[in-house]
């Protein structure tokens, strides 16, 4: 079993839709989460970042923790199709090494 | 300010062969992060230098080596290419140790034939 599981998708939305992405994992130790973007043919960009449990939001991208359930969530709103690329969670223990999950490649319609 | 730099962008060599691949971090950042990247296998961690110094090691052969210098630029070295060694490998660099500040460079695509 992965430490981190990442449905690959892809998925496929239209313009305006509400999207939900989703990973889970299994090690305790996790304190930071991270997702990162990622376009055909470029590097990962840093989304958003969370240490240990809760909410987080910047414009219309909402990042949440539950470290109870080892499951985090990063929430898209009023998506755009400049949305459209791989998204992926990332996490570390501390002082630890970062794990990825698959990635979830979307596709937003306009 | 300049992002993380990777050269060379694409790179086609042999079985057997070796190659370097460079990175330069952002300029104050003393970490650096190596990963390869592949359809198959993700995103998935090779290494971590922070001055100088290898703080994380990946689960990959000790054909997959690396190192930082003084001024924190990195490089990292696959000996004995294989063909299962073709994929993007991606530099990131950090301010300090903690991985929430992460920025990946453009990524070096390797092929090998």
């Known amino acids: 079993q992965k430490e981190v599981e990442q449905d690959p998708g892809p998925l496929s939305v239209p313009e305006g839709a509400i999207v939900s992405l989703n990973c889970t994992y299994s090690?305790?130790?996790?304190?930071?989460f991270m997702w990162y973007r990622q376009y055909s043919r470029k590097g990962p960009e840093l989304l958003m970042y969370t240490y240990s449990s809760g909410n987080k939001e910047d414009g219309r991208f909402t990042a949440q923790v539950d470290k109870s359930s080892k499951y985090i969530s990063l929430f898209i709103r009023d998506s755009q199709p400049s949305d459209s690329a791989t998204y992926l969670c990332?996490?570390?223990?501390?002082?630890?090494?970062?794990?990825f999950g698959q990635g979830t490649e979307l596709s937003v319609k306009p | 300010k300049a992002g993380v730099t990777q050269t060379p962008r694409y790179l086609i060599k042999t079985r057997g062969q070796q190659v370097t691949l460079s990175c330069s971090p952002i300029s104050g950042h003393r970490s650096v992060s190596w990963y390869q990247q592949t359809p198959g296998q993700g995103l998935q961690f090779l290494f971590e230098?922070?001055?100088?110094?290898?703080?994380n090691k990946g689960n990959f052969p000790g054909r997959f080596s690396g190192r930082q210098f003084s001024n924190s630029r990195s490089e990292m070295n696959v000996s004995t290419l294989e063909l299962g060694d073709s994929a993007l490998y991606l530099c990131a660099s950090s301010l300090g140790a903690t991985k929430e500040t992460q920025y990946f460079g453009p990524g070096t695509r390797l092929l090998v034939l």
């Open positions: 090690n305790s130790a996790f304190q930071y």
């Open positions: 230098y922070f001055s100088e110094t290898q703080r």
């Open positions: 990332a996490m570390s223990a501390e002082g630890g090494k970062l794990i």
